[in-house]
Every structure is written in C-alpha cells, then in structure tokens.
C-alpha cells in the first residue's frame, strides 16, 4: 500500500466534507475510495481532524441558533439534542467492538444497508409529501426528537448514513425535508462531539505519530467543504428528488461489491 500523501489527504478531507451531511454515508465512500486506490490507511489523527472539521462546520452554520442555546434562551432545543443522543452513545458504546471488528470489515454490510436506507429515505419522502402534519414552522417536540434519537441507532450500521436515519425518521413522521434537514444537522452537532471524543481516547491509549501540515489541510479542507455542503443541501433539498440519492445509494453499492 502506498503512504499518505498531500494527494490521499486532500480526498480523505474532500469525501469528508461532501458527504458526511448528505444522507450517502461518509464511512462507504472513505472506505470505497481507500480500498480502490490501495492507500493505507490514514490513521487516527487523521480521522480526528476530518471529523473536527466537518463539527466547526455545523457548529458555524448554526451559531446563531446554538447561541440561543448556551445563554439559555433555546433550553428546550438542548434538552431535545441531548436526549436524542443518548441512545447513539449508549449503543455506540455498548457495541462498539462489534462495528469495529465485524460490520466495518464486512463489505457486504455497506453495500446491503447503502440500498436498504436508501429506499427507507425514499419511502419516508413519499410519506411526508403525501401527508405533511408538520409544516416548517412546527417545531419537533421532545417525544418526537427522541424517536428520531433511536433511529440514529442504525448510523451505527456502516453505510446506513446518519443524515439518512435521521432525516427518514423525521419525514416519517411528517415533517418536510428542510425540518428534517435542519433537525438531523442539528443532531450531528453531538454524534460528532462523540466520535471526535471516541477518537482522542483511543489515541491516548494507542499514541501515534502524524504529520502536523497533513492533519492541518485535512481540519481545513473538511471545514470548508463540510460548510458548503450544508449550505448547498438546505438550499436545494426541497428541489432535489430524493430519487436521485436512492439510485445513487444502489450505484454505490453495486460499485463496492464490484470492486472490493
């Protein structure tokens, strides 16, 4: 396998930012991508500045509503994002071997729940533009929120998207694309905290070198295009026929079992 480079790092930051807010999984198109181009594998620290980037990311989107949120003006929004975190962390934890060693080197798992989450993303659009109960001015309630919290539970599957979970569980119930939209980046503000955490705590256990100008382009490029990811997704989400992300979930998954 080939070393990293200023090439394998600019990809790495590039597919990062592009589609960890876009409901096409991040985790296959990194893994995809590596396999396909036989690199190593980029490391932990590496990780940890991808992911950071795309958290600054969200966190910038949404700086307005988060400031509401610290100086007690939004409490209710706080309560809702951290209890519908709760089932994620405990399942991520309660399992976290598992993915790692078993579903995450499965190819077959990628491919199988790339296409099973598509469809359920594309069922769940038909759901709410058949019958929105929810119009964008309706906020999720706590009850609601936390249903969508377990949902998360099945980002833990490689493939499934967390954008994807969460975005079909809150269609599913009824409320428009930009709602889920917004809820499911909002929710992303915690899962990445926990991730990006996750990630420190297993590099305190298994310190490692890394390349210092290499993780700064990885945290930058990641930032930059994580943030017009999101910006573009909102703009356009109620334009795009979510179609288009089914078919290209089961592009992607006839490409991964093709190739790997």
Same mark, same amino acid.
């Given at each position: 396998?080939? =070393?990293?480079?200023l ?11 592009l ?11 990194l893994?995809l991508?590596?396999?396909? /181009? ?7 620290? /590496? ?7 795309? $958290?600054? @990311? ?6 307005? =509503? ?9 409490? +209710?929004?706080?309560?809702?994002l951290?209890l ?23 190819t077959?798992?990628?491919? &199988? ?11 769940? +659009? &038909? ?31 490689p ?13 599913? /119930? ?18 990445l ?7 420190? $705590?297993?590099? &305190?256990?298994?310190?490692? +070198? ?20 999101i ?6 989400? =109620? ?6 992300? $089914? ?5 992607? @998954?006839?490409?991964? &079992?093709?190739? $790997?």
């Amino acid at each position: 396998m080939t =070393e990293p480079n200023l090439i394998q790092w600019l990809v790495l930051a590039i597919i990062q930012g592009l589609t960890e807010y876009l409901p096409i999984s991040s985790s296959a198109h990194l893994i995809l991508v590596s396999k396909w /181009m036989n690199w190593q594998d980029q490391g932990l620290v /590496m990780d940890i500045a991808a992911h950071g980037g795309s $958290l600054l @990311a969200v966190l910038w989107y949404f700086k307005a =509503e988060l400031k509401k949120l610290f100086t007690g003006k939004n409490w +209710d929004l706080f309560i809702k994002l951290a209890l519908a975190s709760v089932p994620l962390a405990v399942f991520g934890y309660v399992f976290k071997d598992y993915i790692e060693s078993s579903l995450r080197s499965n190819t077959l798992v990628f491919a &199988i729940s790339s296409i099973v989450f598509g469809v359920l993303l594309y069922l769940s +659009d &038909i759901v709410q533009k058949n019958k929105i109960t929810h119009p964008k001015s309706k906020e999720i309630n706590l009850k609601q929120a936390v249903i969508i919290g377990f949902a998360q539970i099945c980002a833990l599957i490689p493939g499934a998207s967390r954008s994807g979970v969460t975005m079909s569980a809150a269609m599913g /119930m009824g409320f428009n694309r930009t709602k889920a939209a917004n809820f499911s980046f909002l929710m992303a503000i915690p899962a990445l905290l926990m991730t990006t955490a996750y990630g420190f $705590l297993k590099l &305190i256990k298994e310190p490692s +070198d890394y390349h210092v100008m290499g993780t700064t382009i990885v945290f930058v490029v990641s930032f930059i295009t994580s943030l017009l990811s999101i910006k573009l997704f909102l703009k356009l989400i =109620e334009q795009i026929p979510i179609s288009v992300f $089914l078919w290209y979930r089961i592009g992607l @998954a006839i490409l991964i &079992i093709t190739m $790997l």
